[in-house]
Each structure stands twice: as structure tokens, then as C-alpha cells.
């Protein structure tokens, strides 16, 4: 899977951020997409071959291991990759529609078209809600589908075609492990950067128009 348009997605939404929004940035960049494609994806890219059980039922291991990994823990984080970073888009297509408007009216219609205030602001607020929505919605799926954040080492399954209970083995699972709490770490570190962020803008924009009002009261 290309990451090109991902990473060129990052760097884009750099330039209109704040500087929480940057080190956001930083952390989706560093800490999940590099991490994602340079070990985490090489760590899950044989889990069903090296998922074993005890037993040459056949059948049975595919269906044990559909049962403990209903959707790949790879492709989940793909996904949530993808659906926290797209609400950014929002902001990009934003500017480019403030930069496109004066174009076509030939006219400076905005002091800085990357400048958070106005329409800007309130798409900039509704792209950190969606991402932390989404953040959030993971981390509760993902802890839904596998029974907590946890890498057994082994699993017992008793599903037909298994004619008993049979003992399942989950390869390299420390090594998951470790991965497993360093990407939902850095996802929880990702929802705090998005909540101070919203917090900070709320904060910086009502200090401003209630010295707005202030002023109007003094004139």
C-alpha cells in the first residue's frame, strides 16, 4: 500500500495548523506512519500463516482464527490512519476555496487565506472533532473485537469443525504486544493534542470577541 498521498496530506495540513496542530502532525507522521510501514505492517503481514493449532481438523484453524480476529489488527489501523487524518482535508479544501474566490474576483478578499478565523475556524473545529470522533470510535472497536488490548499467547477454541477444545498459538505475541501499546499510546496521545487544541482555539477566540465587545462599549 502506497502512504504518498497520506504523508503529502500531513504536510499540507502543516502549513495551516497552529502549533499544537503541528505537533499533532508530528506524532501521526512520526510515531504511527512511519512506525506502521517500517515494523508494525511487517509484524502482522503473516499473522494467519503463523496462527497454529494442535490439531489438522481441517477447517478448524481458519475458523478459530476468524472467531479470536474477526478484522486484522494491520488493516484496522489502516483504516483509522486514514479516517483520523481526512477530516484535515476539510481545512485544505477550505483554503483552497478562500484562495480560489480571489482569484476569480481578482481582489484581496482576506488578509492571510491560511489565517484561522472566520468560516476557517469553525471548519478547523469541526475537523478536530471529527478526528478525535474517530480516534475514539477505534479505541473502543478495537478494544470491543479483541476482548481488551491484549496479544494472548494462547487461545481456546471449541468452534465446529473442531471436535474438542483445541490450543491455539499466536506467533511472536511480546513482540505484538509491545507494538499494540505503543499505537494505542500515541492514539491517546493524539485525542489529548486534539482536545487542547480545541480547547486552546475556543479559549483564544472568546478572549477576542469579548475584547471586541469591550472596546464597542468603551468607543
Known sequence: ??????????????????????????VVFMFRLLVYVAAAENIWKHEHDEFECNIKQPGCENVCFDHFFPVSHIRLWALQLIMVSTPSLLVVFHVAYRENREKHQNQKLYRNTGKIDGGLLCTYLISLILKTGFEIVFLVLFYKLYNGFKIPRLVKCDIKPCPNIVDCYISKPTEKMIFLYFLVATSCLCILLNLGELSYL???????????RHVKKEQ
Request: proline share 0%.
Open 1 to 26: 500500500m502506497s502512504w504518498a498521498f497520506l504523508r503529502d496530506l500531513l504536510s499540507g495540513v502543516n502549513k495551516y495548523s497552529t502549533g499544537i496542530g503541528r505537533i499533532w502532525v508530528a
Open 202 to 212: 475556543i479559549f483564544k477566540y472568546s478572549i477576542k470577541c469579548y475584547l471586541k
